[in-house]
């Protein structure tokens, strides 16, 4: 099949490519960037895309799919079409399914469900059995099998030792150690500790149960030379740990979520568990140290940590109820609104930390826009306002407290391994 996309924006900070042309694809690769000639366009489906924006497909590395194990809330694939609608070519699938990916067998199960897929799945192993931080798991067979990183997700690693033994063996092939920052025995709460949650009556998390495993990683990054990234970064002083030990060399990388760099624990209020989530959100001088560390890059990238949970979960008191939010089909939009159109980032900027940058922490491939390589794309409109409606999300949970926010900037489309969606469907090209 051939298409034609006319006029796009072709946009790519990794090439120095900033271009508004034509683009023809024929069998999902790239044929020509261009001035298109009339025998181009003949027998191809046309789309105008001007004013869109055509960038290296997505990433979004911090993913729970739930398969296997709790299906009811996602799948494998429910999670990939709701990664196409948020304009994703990839996702990193975290290791808190049942049972945990400690296994290669469970790596190559989650693999085998997403061959044929727009989306690519890499999956993230767990970095201990059972995620129990006493054991290693057998780290070499998961890479082997298609681990792109380790985690013990949801938990820090619970030993030091083991820490550190994990950060050995992932070192050995440049694979990240993916850390949940968080001290367990200070975190035997249910939102923030600050005025807020004294007010409320709730227990509470301080900052300092993050920021003690974050000190402790770094250290341990800086002693073994491996790599650590810090999931889903959340305290103001995290932030400028992570800030220094970038300065002096270690090798750190962090993420940050849309919900952490928009909405404060003053949310709590409402008692709508949909504002409940691990880490909690913060206080207001929290979520502008976000802004602040991904406008200088010490935080490199945007990550969802989609977290699906069903109905009848979340709706318990709030002190029941589980931790996390979805977030695929609402991150794009959320950056391009709160930081784009803010003047915080660039559209530049912001493919790196939704594209380069979790690609090159990962180590998966850079996307390069050009003639003759495989088209793996997003488009989006920087400029479409629209509102967010859960009841019309791909994902199988709607737990989102976006729900009928106007945001402005969506994509469009997603183009990888010579499939397309598009306007709801998908098809071959």
């Not at 976000?290 to 945007?302: F, N, Q, Y």
């Amino acid at each position: 099949m051939k298409i034609v996309l006319k006029q796009v924006n072709l946009l790519n900070p990794e090439q120095k490519l900033n271009l508004k042309c034509d683009l023809f694809i024929e069998d999902g690769v790239i044929r020509k960037i261009g001035d298109l000639k009339p025998e181009d366009l003949k027998s191809s489906k046309v789309y105008e895309f001007e004013n869109k924006y055509c960038v290296p497909g997505f990433v979004d590395m911090h993913v729970h799919l739930r398969e296997p194990g709790r299906e009811d809330e996602e799948t494998v694939v429910t999670g990939c079409n709701s990664a196409a609608a948020g304009g994703f070519t990839a996702v990193a699938s975290m290791p808190n399914t049942n049972p945990d990916t400690d296994s290669a067998e469970i790596v190559r199960f989650i693999k085998e469900k997403a061959k044929d897929h727009l989306v690519d799945v890499f999956p993230i192993a767990a970095a201990s059995l059972g995620r129990k931080g006493e054991a290693l798991a057998p780290m070499y067979e998961l890479y082997e099998a298609g681990a792109v990183g380790f985690s013990d997700d949801g938990v820090a690693i619970k030993s030091s030792l083991v820490l550190r033994h994990a950060m050995e063996y992932a070192k050995m092939f440049d694979a990240p150690i993916i850390e949940h920052c968080e001290d367990e025995s200070l975190a035997d709460g249910v939102m923030n500790e600050s005025v807020t949650s004294t007010i409320l009556g709730l227990p509470a998390i301080p900052n300092v149960a993050e920021d003690l495993i974050v000190i402790r990683d770094i250290m341990l990054a800086e002693f073994t030379g491996a790599k650590v990234h810090i999931a889903h970064i959340s305290s103001k002083n995290a932030v400028e740990l992570v800030r220094q030990a970038k300065k002096k060399g270690i090798n750190v990388t962090a993420e940050v979520t849309p919900h952490h760099f928009t909405l404060t624990d003053e949310t709590v209020k409402t008692f709508d568990t949909n504002y409940k989530m691990n880490p909690p959100l913060r206080t207001r001088a929290d979520v502008d140290a976000m802004i602040v560390g991904l406008k200088d890059g010490t935080i490199d990238c945007i990550a969802s940590d989609h977290a699906p949970h069903s109905i009848e979960e979340k709706e318990m008191e709030f002190i029941y109820a589980p931790n996390g939010i979805i977030g695929l089909e609402t991150t794009l939009g959320i950056a391009l609104s709160d930081l784009v159109h803010k003047k915080h980032l660039t559209i530049e900027q912001l493919v790196e930390k939704l594209s380069i940058n979790p690609r090159k922490i990962l180590n998966i491939p850079q996307v390069i826009i050009k003639e003759g390589e495989i088209a793996n794309l997003t488009f989006f409109d920087p400029e479409q306002i629209w509102t967010v409606d859960i009841t019309k999300f791909k994902s199988k949970s709607k737990n989102s407290p976006f729900d009928k926010r106007l945001l402005t900037g969506k994509s469009v489309a997603v183009i990888n391994k010579k499939k397309m969606y598009f306007e709801d469907k998908f098809f071959d090209i």
